[in-house]
């Protein structure tokens, strides 16, 4: 039987109508990934184009990470804070912020091809760029994502990252940190906290678990096979993450990809990070930053774009099962 769950941060509702789903492996893509070749990439001779990096890593010829501005980006930084204006009935604010790239050398390897020592170094300067941007006194949350595949929005193949800074808070974001302080004042609790001891007790939705992370298909997935991923140390700024924990997380996401990868086909897919805003630190001293990941196996129909209620068909229980598991299919 079909039934509403709710999320317990934002408030938000999904359905999940499993009788309306193929099994769990019918979601296997079937169609091989297109690679684009080399020798058109505008990220293989970066340093070369043009395109001035903001930082190497290492700082050399044979740089294994660069971090360079957008090309086009969504937002522009200024010395200037952002000032408001009104339109009739409408408000408008500056687009000010930053908008970078940040790119790996190698035009095949995605993370889950990466050793984790490879992995880990770039969440090293993930974290090393967010607390850089963090001191714009104009940047108030940082949004950082990877899209894998044009389903995802990723208009080139080779694989790289994007952070762009905000002077507000999104609106999800908001729901979010609103639900964990609202979830704190009434319980005195992180409420992710909450939710991942049960999860641990139940071990029924868990993709993967080491001693510093731990990767769960959610209760309330939106999407089929859609997974997030935490630290298990409370931590409410990923740029404020210890150097343990961050690898621990970093292998329970790429554990969780490669598995995404082999089990679903190579789907296109997004990873994201959800974090504290820069400012109000002891506001949301409770929120628990994590990564969300979300397969691109789905499309948005006529209901859920009417009404912001998204219908998953996979139970996440089955999604677990079918990514933990060690068999081929």
């Given at each position: 039987?079909?039934?509403?769950?709710?999320?317990?941060?934002?408030?938000?509702?999904?359905?999940?109508?499993?009788?309306?789903?193929?099994?769990?492996?019918?979601?296997?893509?079937?169609?091989?990934?297109?690679?684009?070749?080399?020798?058109?990439?505008?990220?293989?001779?970066?340093?070369?184009?043009?395109?001035?990096?903001?930082?190497?890593f290492?700082?050399?010829?044979?740089?294994?990470?660069?971090?360079?501005?957008?090309?086009?980006?969504?937002l522009?930084?200024?010395?200037?804070?952002?000032?408001?204006?009104?339109?009739?009935?409408?408000?408008?604010?500056?687009?000010?912020?930053?908008?970078?790239?940040?790119?790996?050398?190698?035009?095949?390897?995605?993370?889950?091809?990466?050793?984790?020592?490879?992995?880990?170094?770039?969440?090293?300067?993930?974290?090393?760029?967010?607390?850089?941007?963090?001191?714009?006194?104009?940047?108030?949350?940082s949004?950082?994502?990877?899209?894998?595949?044009?389903?995802?929005?990723?208009?080139?193949?080779?694989?790289?990252?994007?952070?762009?800074?905000?002077?507000?808070?999104?609106?999800?974001?908001?729901?979010?940190?609103?639900?964990?302080v609202?979830?704190?004042?009434?319980?005195?609790?992180?409420?992710?906290?909450?939710?991942?001891?049960?999860?641990?007790?139940?071990?029924?939705?868990?993709?993967y678990?080491?001693?510093?992370?731990?990767?769960?298909?959610?209760?309330?997935?939106?999407?089929?096979?859609?997974?997030?991923i935490?630290?298990?140390?409370?931590?409410?700024?990923?740029?404020?993450?210890t150097?343990?924990?961050?690898?621990?997380?970093?292998?329970?996401?790429?554990?969780?990809?490669?598995?995404?990868?082999?089990?679903?086909?190579?789907?296109?897919?997004?990873?994201?990070?959800?974090?504290?805003?820069?400012?109000?630190?002891?506001?949301?001293?409770?929120?628990?930053?994590h990564?969300?990941?979300?397969?691109?196996?789905?499309?948005?129909?006529?209901?859920?774009?009417?009404?912001?209620?998204?219908?998953?068909?996979?139970?996440?229980?089955?999604?677990?099962?079918?990514?933990?598991?060690?068999?081929?299919?």
């Amino acid at each position: 039987m079909s039934e509403l769950r709710q999320d317990l941060v934002s408030g938000d509702w999904i359905i999940l109508a499993g009788d309306r789903a193929k099994r769990p492996h019918d979601w296997k893509k079937k169609s091989k990934r297109v690679r684009a070749p080399k020798n058109t990439c505008p990220f293989e001779d970066l340093v070369k184009s043009g395109n001035e990096p903001i930082e190497l890593f290492p700082p050399s010829d044979d740089w294994k990470i660069a971090v360079a501005p957008n090309k086009y980006p969504a937002l522009i930084p200024k010395t200037e804070g952002p000032s408001e204006r009104r339109q009739g009935p409408y408000s408008t604010i500056d687009g000010i912020g930053h908008h970078e790239l940040i790119i790996t050398r190698d035009h095949e390897k995605n993370i889950p091809k990466m050793s984790l020592a490879e992995s880990t170094e770039l969440f090293r300067v993930f974290k090393h760029r967010l607390n850089v941007l963090s001191q714009d006194p104009h940047s108030n949350y940082s949004s950082l994502w990877h899209a894998w595949g044009q389903l995802a929005g990723a208009s080139i193949y080779h694989p790289h990252y994007q952070i762009l800074t905000l002077p507000i808070v999104p609106p999800d974001i908001r729901r979010s940190l609103e639900g964990s302080v609202r979830y704190a004042r009434e319980h005195k609790k992180c409420v992710h906290c909450v939710m991942l001891d049960y999860e641990k007790r139940r071990k029924v939705r868990i993709v993967y678990e080491n001693a510093e992370a731990i990767a769960i298909a959610p209760f309330v997935s939106k999407q089929p096979f859609e997974v997030r991923i935490f630290p298990k140390k409370h931590f409410s700024h990923f740029e404020k993450t210890t150097d343990k924990v961050l690898c621990g997380t970093v292998e329970a996401l790429a554990f969780t990809l490669r598995k995404i990868s082999e089990k679903l086909g190579d789907p296109d897919y997004n990873f994201f990070l959800h974090t504290a805003p820069f400012r109000d630190a002891n506001e949301y001293k409770m929120y628990h930053w994590h990564m969300e990941v979300i397969p691109k196996i789905s499309l948005l129909g006529g209901f859920e774009w009417s009404t912001g209620i998204d219908i998953n068909t996979i139970d996440p229980d089955n999604a677990a099962k079918v990514l933990r598991s060690n068999k081929k299919k």
